[in-house]
Antibody
Framework: EVQLVESGGGLVQPGRSMKLSCAAS????????MAWVRQAPTKGLEWVAT????????YYRDSVKGRFTISRDNAKSTLYLQMNSLRSEDTATYYC?????????????WGQGVMVTVSS | DIQMTQSPPVLSASVGDRVTLSCKAS??????LDWYQQKHGEAPKLLIY???NLQTGIPSRFSGSGSGTDYTLTISSLQPEDVATYYC?????????FGGGTKLELK
């Protein structure tokens, strides 16, 4: 059974950093691109970042480029999101997703989500 | 960026109704579109990929269609468990973008 379990969220002050982790199991982690998708309270979904299978290619939305870093450790089957210079608008539930559905671009498995609150 | 506009924002329908949700892209997305269902308090779930392909395990009452800039999700006979918010999502060109969602309620 595919499982994605996020951790590392919580309350953080503006300008500070936080690192999210996503432990994957039930599939060959190194064979799938992975992504983070977020959802601000009562708002819609927003793609944040994607990483290739090897980690050699990464893609970000403009609003997080230069502040967030997506990475992976295939030996540990773990995905990460390092978030620096956090802003109030980064407050959201962050979902770890597998980009393996359909023809390879769809998010076919999602974690339960981890809440990040940026506030003083 | 490609803007995805979903309509209506809220839809009320009765059990057994045929329901149609719309998604319009600001430019041609070449059928590179998915539909996701999100029930209250849960993570989203992939329903339809590449416009009209049903994800494994999804009931056949769900179907998708469209081309160019206009896409549709249809539920042939609404069931109580279909109450949720539905999002379209394009991956034709970056940044990948979701629509604002359609909240489906029971009348």
């Amino acid at each position: 059974e595919v499982q994605l379990v996020e951790s590392g969220g919580g309350l953080v002050q503006p300008g500070r950093s936080m690192k999210l982790s996503c432990a994957a199991s039930g599939f060959t982690f190194s064979s799938f691109p992975m992504a983070w998708v977020r959802q601000a309270p009562t708002k819609g979904l927003e793609w944040v970042a994607t990483i290739s299978t090897s980690g050699g290619s990464t893609y970000y939305r403009d609003s997080v480029k230069g502040r967030f870093t997506i990475s992976r450790d295939n030996a540990k089957s773990t995905l990460y999101l390092q978030m620096n210079s956090l802003r109030s608008e980064d407050t959201a539930t962050y979902y770890c997703t597998r980009e393996g559905g359909g023809y390879g671009f769809s998010f076919d498995y999602w974690g339960q989500g981890v809440m990040v609150t940026v506030s003083s | 960026d490609i803007q995805m506009t979903q309509s209506p924002p809220v839809l009320s329908a009765s059990v057994g109704d045929r329901v149609t949700l719309s998604c319009k892209a600001s430019q041609n997305i070449n059928k590179n579109l998915d539909w996701y269902q999100q029930k209250h308090g849960e993570a989203p779930k992939l329903l339809i990929y590449y416009t009209n392909n049903l994800q494994t395990g999804i009931p056949s009452r769900f179907s998708g269609s469209g081309s160019g800039t206009d896409y549709t999700l249809t539920i042939s006979s609404l069931q109580p468990e279909d109450v949720a918010t539905y999002y379209c999502y394009q991956y034709n060109s970056g940044p990948w973008t979701f629509g604002g969602g359609t909240k489906l309620e029971l009348k």
